[in-house]
């Protein structure tokens, strides 16, 4: 099947490429405190998270850590996002295991990160690559993050399925983000 057959698969990639761009565009408005934006892409075998949040929503500050206690708070939270299978449970229908997590914090020297970020403000950022052996059955994902983390509010999400285009929001405590019939 040729690329122009399949809708959902242009806007994806052309969301996935223009992302960068629209990230530093948005890089000033975007950092909310309390919000978290996704970005998720049903293609083929795979659904991938693309996850932009301040780092203070996982936590509690926006800086290197100081004292044993914050480094403690840091790998802890790196530790629960790189188990990103716990906090994105996708529909089981579609049979999706967790494959790679990218995370990115210049603050924490975590990949590439958030370069020339405003003073005072650092951002975590990740991706969340699942393989499923049933994509097209996926018509959900419950997003554990209000309930792995103190400091998340809102969750505004993008989704390209097969389904369609949405635009999903929660807040705490709901975590189902729903698409489809």
């Known amino acids: 099947m040729t690329l122009f057959r399949r809708p959902f698969v242009t806007f994806a990639i052309t969301a996935l490429l223009a992302a960068p761009l629209a990230a530093s565009a948005q890089a000033q408005a975007a950092h909310v405190h309390?919000?978290?934006?996704?970005?998720?892409?049903?293609?083929?075998?795979?659904?991938?998270i693309a996850m932009e949040s301040p780092l203070d929503n996982f936590v509690g500050f926006e800086r290197a850590p100081r004292t044993d206690a914050e480094k403690k708070t840091v790998e802890d939270a790196i530790a629960q996002l790189r188990a990103g299978a716990d906090l994105f449970k996708i529909d089981p229908a579609a049979n999706c295991k967790l494959g790679p997590v990218t995370l990115r914090s210049a603050t924490l020297g975590l990949g590439k990160g958030e370069e020339g970020a405003a003073e005072g403000h650092a951002d975590l950022d990740g991706s969340f690559a699942f393989n499923c052996t049933n994509t097209a059955a996926a018509k959900f994902i419950d997003v554990e993050l209000f309930n792995a983390f103190k400091g998340p509010r809102q969750i505004d999400a993008q989704i390209a399925a097969p389904q369609g285009q949405f635009k999903r929001t929660l807040k705490r405590p709901a975590i189902r983000l729903a698409w489809g019939k």
């Not at 309390?34 to 991938?48: K, S």
């Open 34 to 48: 309390g919000q978290i934006r996704l970005d998720i892409v049903v293609d083929g075998p795979t659904i991938v």
